[in-house]
């Protein structure tokens, strides 16, 4: 079963920032928090990860809570091209990813 | 491209029949992995691959399912006596090997098949 929590559907404006919450109460303290996102038709493709620090990169931010147990996907600017199905994901180095239902993105123009 | 490949895109069965499904890696990666995808939900772990070696497999994938990997390179997926809750995206990702205790290498998917069964 995934070990997160996340809404089952958020809606953003275009070239707004999106923070897209994920709960993981039960994290261990080797589990990696991942985020996937799955455009329409398509595969999912690679977000972002971290384990305990704030990570950065070209396609988002990621804030991860002091004790670990929430952390959050932020888009700087939400363009149209975003709306897809996010999913944050915990897992262990060695273990497969199991994904949850995830949270639709909506971007309205 | 040198992106994760899958043929075919879409494939169309009728019930009882066997289907095969190809993926082709990322040629660097070692690991490759078959997940099946139903409407609304996220992709489920089905089996992967470290080379040409199985090394998991889950208590979804039934007898009728079988995966290979000969070479260590491309991978197929067959599905015997296909029954209608087979009909599902199968989608195939691969990744370099965890060597390092620090690192959690991504996963690259590819399109997936969408398999129809009537």
């Known amino acids: 079963d995934a070990k997160t929590t996340q809404p089952n559907s958020m809606e953003s404006n275009e070239e707004e920032p999106v923070h897209l919450p994920c709960n993981h109460s039960t994290i261990s303290g080797t589990d990696y928090i991942h985020w996937y996102r799955q455009l329409p038709s398509q595969g999912p493709e690679y977000v972002i990860h971290?384990?305990?620090s704030n990570v950065n990169n070209r396609m988002a931010s990621l804030a991860i809570a002091e004790d670990r147990k929430s952390s959050t996907l932020i888009l700087h600017r939400a363009t149209l091209r975003d709306a897809a199905v996010y999913y944050c994901?915990?897992?262990?180095?060695?273990?497969?990813?199991?994904f949850g239902p995830g949270t639709r993105l909506s971007v309205l123009p | 491209d040198t992106g994760v490949s899958q043929n075919p895109r879409h494939k169309i069965t009728k019930r009882g029949q066997n289907v095969t499904f190809r993926c082709d890696p990322i040629?660097?990666?070692?690991?490759l992995y078959w997940y099946r995808q139903t409407l609304g939900q996220g992709p489920e772990f089905l089996t992967y691959f470290q080379n040409e070696a199985q090394l998991e497999k889950s208590r979804l994938l039934s007898d009728r399912f079988s995966a290979e990997r000969p070479k260590g390179s491309f991978s197929t997926l067959e599905i015997q006596r296909t029954e209608q809750g087979d009909s599902a995206m199968y989608l195939c990702?691969?990744?370099?090997?965890?060597?390092?205790?620090?690192?959690?290498?991504?996963?690259?998917f590819g399109p997936g098949t969408r398999l129809t069964v009537t």
């Open positions: 990702a691969s990744s370099l090997p965890e060597l390092s205790q620090q690192i959690s290498y991504e996963q690259y």
């Open positions: 971290g384990l305990t």
């Open positions: 040629s660097e990666h070692n690991r």
């Open positions: 994901i915990l897992r262990d180095r060695g273990q497969n990813f199991v």
